[in-house]
């Protein structure tokens, strides 16, 4: 399986730590972010990665680069293990010249996926599922044919953030798409199924992404996209067992690497009574 990794974002919501380091490679606990990402898509089969970057990513190429004096450190087998995920898949970068959207972020990998369907992670996500979510994604375009996204319940006031989709369920948790909609106002649509960014994508996307015309912010928007293709073809939207992790704003990035923290039993143990003390603390002033 082809996976394609979009990884080009400016990192806005993180300034300044972003104006020299992609938000992809931020840590969460003690590995970046996008280490998380692709250690996900070899889970769940990719033997073949496209990172699209953009500048100042160049930190992403050098983390799964060979390091031999890293590697060779007997004490530091985290090393090693990334050096031996580095070789599960051959990983490639293209660089997206300009921030123009989602849509021309995946439109640049046509040469390296060809006619086959792919599947699509994003960089600053991270999932945690069993099957794989893409597995899981993958399964469904196996079983049904045509373009697969990953939609979870998003609450009424979170609809505005999100592409959302309308639509038919044709089993427990599958829908066709009929309609997509890009971070619609109040009052557009009753569904709450919002995109998370996983899809299993058929080459006539690309197709769709040249007729796409600039949508939000003036970016080709994936889910405007989604919804030309989905007028002459299947577009389905499916919910997925697992957790999502979205690293989009500080508070989600603490709080992922506070909730990874606790499941390793050292930093758990020596956590828990410093959040009970924080807990306890009075409040700061509101202007702090």
Request: charged share 25%.
């Amino acid at each position: 399986m082809k996976v394609v990794i979009p990884a080009a974002g400016l990192g806005t919501r993180f300034l300044p730590a972003t104006k020299s380091q992609p938000k992809e490679m931020l840590p969460v606990v003690d590995r970046p972010i996008i280490q998380y990402v692709v250690e996900e898509a070899v889970a769940a089969g990719a033997d073949d990665i496209l990172i699209v970057t953009g500048r100042g990513k160049r930190a992403l190429e050098d983390h799964f680069d060979s390091n031999p004096e890293l590697e060779a450190l007997a004490d530091r087998p985290e090393m090693q293990a990334l050096d031996a995920l580095s070789r599960k898949a051959k990983i490639h970068f293209v660089r997206q010249r300009e921030p123009k959207g989602l849509a021309d972020a995946i439109g640049l990998a046509r040469h390296h996926t060809g006619s086959e369907p792919f599947g699509v992670l994003l960089g600053d996500t991270i999932n945690v599922c069993d099957p794989p979510l893409l597995r899981q994604m993958w399964r469904h375009h196996e079983r049904l044919g045509g373009t697969v996204l990953a939609v979870e319940p998003v609450p009424e006031e979170k609809v505005q953030d999100y592409g959302i989709v309308e639509g038919d369920e044709v089993e427990p948790g599958v829908v066709r798409c009929r309609r997509l909609i890009e971070k619609p106002g109040p009052g557009v649509t009753p569904s709450r199924l919002g995109i998370t960014g996983a899809y299993v994508l058929t080459p006539e996307i690309y197709g769709a992404i040249d007729r796409t015309k600039p949508g939000f912010r003036g970016e080709l928007q994936i889910t405007d996209a989604l919804q030309l293709l989905a007028t002459s073809t299947a577009v389905y939207a499916a919910t997925f067992r697992g957790t999502r992790y979205d690293i989009g704003d500080r508070y989600l990035w603490v709080r992922t690497n506070l909730e990874f923290a606790m499941r390793e039993p050292d930093l758990a143990r020596r956590l828990r009574p410093l959040l009970r003390e924080l807990a306890a603390a009075d409040p700061p002033p509101a202007d702090s």
